[in-house]
């Protein structure tokens, strides 16, 4: 084989590598029902912030303990304790992502992805609501 | 019923959007002018073109001129205006709001292609109205970006000389009836204003720099496509290149300032984070690095013709491909910088569609084939557009692109007669490049997976059957249309894991091929060459690991494999500058530039991934027990003036302070000094008191150092006990310095926390807060300052804790001697013994009492601790459960102030600064030098 053939195959190989690394994905989604019936592996829950209960974060009693919770796409609801300090803006995000396992009633989270809304998302609607008298 | 309005300086927007249009109209007429010039070469077609450029050029300082006034004089009728100037922001930051917008940053990159164009006049050649004919055309099209024109539902730009009350979602609000809004709303009195995060002056360098290296791109694909035009394949290179490698300075410096100012102003621990915009002006830069590196192939031996042409020209296209990734919202929220929809992706598809399908087709040599291809596109663009079948048009056309581009490369250009000799500079020069092209690709493909889960939309059947056959998890999310999203952990594993022998390869090749000749070279002396600085780099790197103390174990190998590479690619060059080039400028740039990159990798590489979190909980280390959940792995929990060890030094809260939008928190750094025990000191550990028998410096290890110089003591008396401290080998020493990290308040983009840094010739300390309590909500408090009690159920043995302090429930005991407490003869009362452990490691106790007066009347007498701010109340007995109640009531002081903060040692950093520095010295040098060699040769 000549050299330029063994540069293009291995060119070709690692860009197919890349494509397949690009949209494989590191780990299960799932619902709350899944990641509970299976304690024992870790799974991705999304779903969105339950906002009718407490965000809980005591960083005299723990820096890195935040608990909250959260209902899925199916909308279970379920007690979250994510080992990480409370995030910047957590109350006001859209969506989450948490990395976790199921431990008794409550999801144990290592990680948690957060979408919030945008924070260059433009305002122009401040002027047409505040206070402007319409007659 | 036109109203005239009062206060507006309406003719400002009519100048700036006049001089928009007329810079268009005058960008157009340049454009047909060089077209002509090329086409029939006719002179005066080349005046009146430049005349024309140098109109558009006039015209886009003159609107770039009005929005600065508008700016400065913070007109708030504009939107553009309001949406990126306050009252409160200092005028220095003028420039960041110009460019904060997509429509400031488009004037910004059009004004930087104006002046290149403006220099590539200058010289005279065959080559001016071609490249101008390209230049021109890209001003077309960045012109109308600003236009601003509504034809019905179409939109045609977005223009910043827009009036608030022109907007579209704002005509017919009820506030536009008043004459005088100006004046008579507050809202228009004051700008929504800059991002205070932007206010920081890297922002006021790091966009331009960054737009001008993106502008420079235009030139090497200007001259790529002026020579497919003109049939001149290897000519355009020699013009070419000095622009080419001014643009690789250029975006390479701006990216840098851009990790500067992420590193500086944002906390999200690092320089680099692989995010879509840093990515996004990463790979259009590396494609550049490999198109420069071709062209001197190219220009030395005249071969790899296509990769020289294709990659000139696909630096720019993938400026283009950048700006419409982080302006069009497809990256939605896979991005720390949210990007919002211009409402201008239509339009912006459409450009890139132009300038893909352009210069591709230029590429295809042979005029039929040329006008097969541009009616192909053109033919599936309208189908596109008016069937709505977009996503099967857009592969339809991707397909077509792919064929034809092989077939023509396969037809029209010449096949190397042979092989490339492997003891050759080009072999190497192109593996490198190739090399870099695939590092792109890869940064590009991670990067746009949101808009490949769009372009595999039609195929969702197909990818899901595959799927299911074949049972592939990544095909599976491919085919419902949902890639799951990553964390940022697994992010930057997944880059740094292709990024990594991608750089080492290129390390490894950069060391050895500047010794190389080009066509063959001798390999016995060329081994001699090399053999001084291979040896130097195992030195090296065999320092390196002992000073991180990195064993040859698995998961450290390809560090250790970079870190080597790194150090041959800046001792090889350093041999060759001072050995072959003697210091000789005319031909030291290129490894100069390479020590500078090979600096730039090794500090990256060695900053990260030996970067160190010491922030760990040091306050308590039995406050686990309390709860099973405690894990305090990367943060330190800090009261205001306690004094913790934090790494090397002991960190102390001082002080919070206000100032404007920021909150500062300034925390004191003191050095370690070995602790020396004296004779008859106590200290508490293991469940004990120990005293000290013997005058001695504290060891490192505790159980060593107590068995050696303590004894414990049985029984201790309280006082005994409240002398005892936590076993600690070091003491505070001399103050060191200051940090101050902040949270910046602000209400419209959510709080943020800038880190702050202390900077060491060889580490940096970079700390930020993760907790910090903003608000003095304040809560009641009795006549003594104290907040309201707060309940614990305690049994023997039990641990409470309130604010800094733990306290143990040692033991009750019921108090002998009533009288002598000053209660009445018959009362009978109970202690309860606490043990109160403080984080500055003093041991204390508390003994409140529950008092039973004839059998009915229950009270307690809290204990105050002197100086501390706290007091215990013990209120009741359960004896059921075996429990008493303690109420615990903290001064308000207590409980304000502390911090959650975490900190990282990045060691080396300064390497990476410095390599920047040389590399941009370096690349300029050659640059400088190229520019002379043709202005002689010409």
């Given at each position: 084989m000549k050299k330029s053939q063994i540069i293009g195959i291995i060119f070709i190989a690692v860009c197919l590598g890349v494509l397949v690394n690009a949209l494989s994905d590191p780990g299960k989604m799932a619902g709350f029902r899944e990641a509970f019936a299976d304690p024992e592996h870790t799974y991705r829950v999304s779903g969105l912030l339950d906002k009718e209960h407490e965000v809980i974060y005591d960083p005299i009693t723990n820096t890195s303990l935040t608990e909250f919770h959260m209902k899925d796409q199916k909308g279970v609801l379920k007690k979250v304790k994510l080992k990480k300090s409370k995030p910047q803006g957590f109350e006001m995000s859209e969506s989450l992502v948490i990395i976790g396992h199921a431990e008794g009633d409550i999801f144990v989270a290592e990680e948690m992805l957060m979408k919030c809304p945008s924070k260059y998302n433009e305002e122009n609607h401040i002027i047409q609501e505040a206070g402007i008298p319409v007659e | 019923m036109d109203i005239s309005y009062i206060g507006e300086h309406s003719w400002a927007g009519f100048l700036g959007h006049s001089f928009i249009l007329l810079s268009m109209v005058a960008a157009a007429l340049a454009t047909f002018s060089f077209f002509k010039r090329e086409h029939s070469g006719d002179e005066p077609w080349n005046t009146l073109g430049k005349a024309s450029f140098r109109l558009h050029s006039f015209a886009l300082i003159g609107a770039i001129s009005v929005l600065f006034v508008m700016l400065y004089n913070a007109w708030y009728e504009y939107d553009y205006v309001w949406k990126h100037r306050?009252?409160?922001?200092?005028?220095?930051y003028i420039l960041s709001c110009f460019w904060e917008g997509h429509e400031g940053s488009f004037m910004l990159w059009s004004f930087w292609h104006m002046i290149l164009g403006n220099f590539l006049m200058r010289k005279k050649s065959e080559w001016l109205a071609p490249v101008m004919a390209f230049v021109s055309v890209a001003q077309v099209f960045l012109g109308s970006m600003l236009l601003g024109v509504y034809i019905g539902d179409l939109h045609i730009g977005n223009s910043p000389f827009l009036l608030l009350r022109e907007l579209p979602e704002n005509i017919g609000l009820p506030w536009t009836g008043y004459a005088d809004y100006l004046s008579r709303f507050p809202q228009f009195m004051d700008g929504r204003g800059l991002n205070p995060l932007l206010q920081n002056y890297w922002m006021t360098i790091h966009p331009p720099t960054v737009f001008f290296g993106f502008a420079s791109t235009i030139v090497p694909a200007a001259f790529a496509v002026a020579g497919l035009w003109k049939g001149k394949y290897h000519e355009w290179i020699k013009p070419a290149l000095p622009w080419t490698f001014l643009g690789i300075m250029i975006l390479g410096v701006g990216i840098l300032m851009g990790g500067a100012w992420a590193y500086e102003a944002l906390s999200f621990g690092g320089f680099w984070a692989w995010d879509p915009v840093e990515n996004s002006s990463l790979v259009p830069w590396i494609v550049l690095l490999a198109a420069g590196h071709v062209m001197l192939i190219n220009r030395n031996k005249a071969r790899s013709t296509y990769s020289a042409l294709l990659l000139a020209i696909a630096s720019f296209v993938f400026v283009i491909y950048s700006n419409f990734l982080t302006n069009s919202g497809v990256l939605g929220d896979t991005s720390v910088h949210a990007f919002t929809d211009n409402g201008l992706s239509g339009q912006l598809s459409l450009y890139m569609a132009f300038f893909i399908a352009f210069p591709l087709g230029m590429l295809m040599v042979e005029k039929s084939f040329r006008r097969a291809y541009w009616a192909a596109t053109a033919v599936t663009l309208l189908i596109a557009l008016f069937s709505g079948q977009r996503m099967i048009g857009l592969h339809i056309w991707l397909m077509a692109t792919f064929i034809m581009s092989i077939y023509s490369y396969k037809k029209f250009y010449p096949k190397e007669k042979e092989e490339e000799n492997l003891w050759s500079r080009e072999f190497w020069m192109f593996i490198a490049s190739l090399v870099l092209v695939m590092s792109a690709l890869q940064i590009s493909v991670m990067t746009s997976r949101p808009v490949i889960n769009i372009l595999a939309t039609p195929f969702r059947g197909i990818i899901g059957s595959l799927a299911e056959s074949f049972d592939l998890e990544g095909l599976r999310t491919l085919a419902s249309g949902q890639m799951s999203d990553k964390t940022q952990p697994e992010i930057i594993a997944m880059y740094n894991k292709w990024q990594t022998p991608f750089a080492l390869v290129i390390t490894l090749v950069m060391a050895f091929t500047q010794f190389l000749r080009w066509n063959d070279t001798p390999v016995k002396p060329w081994l001699k060459q090399i053999r001084l600085s291979f040896g130097l780099a195992l030195i090296l790197t065999f320092f390196t690991c002992s000073y991180f103390k990195l064993g040859l174990d698995g998961k450290n190998v390809s560090m250790i494999l970079l870190f080597f590479g790194c150090w041959w690619a800046i001792t090889s060059n350093l041999d060759y500058l001072f050995r072959i080039a003697k210091g000789n400028v005319k031909i030291s740039g290129s490894s100069i530039a390479h020590i500078g990159f090979g600096m730039v990798l090794l500090g990256a590489a060695v900053s990260t991934s030996q970067s160190q979190k010491i922030s760990q909980n040091s306050s308590m280390t039995d406050i686990t027990k309390l709860n099973q959940?405690?894990?305090?792995?990367?943060d330190i929990l800090l009261f205001k003036k306690d004094t913790l060890i934090m790494g090397d030094q002991f960190i102390s809260f001082q002080e919070k302070r206000k100032d404007d939008i920021n909150i500062y928190f300034r925390m004191d750094y003191f050095g370690l000094e070995p602790r020396t025990y004296k004779v008859g000191e106590y200290i508490y550990s293991l469940g004990g008191i120990y005293r000290c028998k013997e005058q001695h410096k504290a060891g490192k290890d505790m159980i060593k150092d107590m068995q050696a110089y303590f004894e414990e003591v049985n029984d201790p008396s309280q006082e005994v006990v409240s002398k005892a401290a936590l076993w600690n080998p070091y003491s505070p020493g001399e103050k060191m310095f200051s940090l101050e990290p902040r949270i910046q308040l602000n209400p419209k983009f959510g709080n943020v926390p800038e880190p702050d840094t202390k900077h060491y010739w060889n580490k940096d300390i970079y700390t930020h807060v993760r907790y910090g309590q903003l608000d003095d909500g304040s809560q009641p408090v009795d006549a003594d300052g104290y907040l309201p009690f707060k309940e614990h159920k305690l049994g023997i043995g039990d641990t409470l804790r309130s604010g800094a302090r733990l306290a143990i429930l040692d033991s009750l005991t019921s108090v002998k001697d009533p009288v002598g407490e000053g209660l009445a003869a018959n009362d009978l009362a109970v202690t309860a013994w606490l043990r109160i452990v403080s984080p500055n490691d003093s041991v204390r106790q508390a003994k409140p009492l529950f008092i039973l007066r004839e059998a009915s009347y229950i009270a307690s007498r809290p204990y105050e601790m002197e100086g501390q701010g706290v007091k215990f109340d013990f209120n009741e007995i359960i004896p059921e459960e075996g429990k008493v109640t303690i109420r615990v009531a903290e001064k308000e002081e207590n409980l304000r102030d502390f911090i959650v903060m975490q900190a990282i040692i990045f060691p080396w950093i300064n390497i990476l600064w410095t390599g920047i520095i040389v590399m941009a010295l370096g690349t300029l040098l050659a640059v400088i030098q190229r520019f002379r060699r043709q202005s002689i040769g010409s």
């Open positions: - | 306050n009252n409160a922001m200092p005028i220095r959940d405690f894990s305090n792995k990367q």
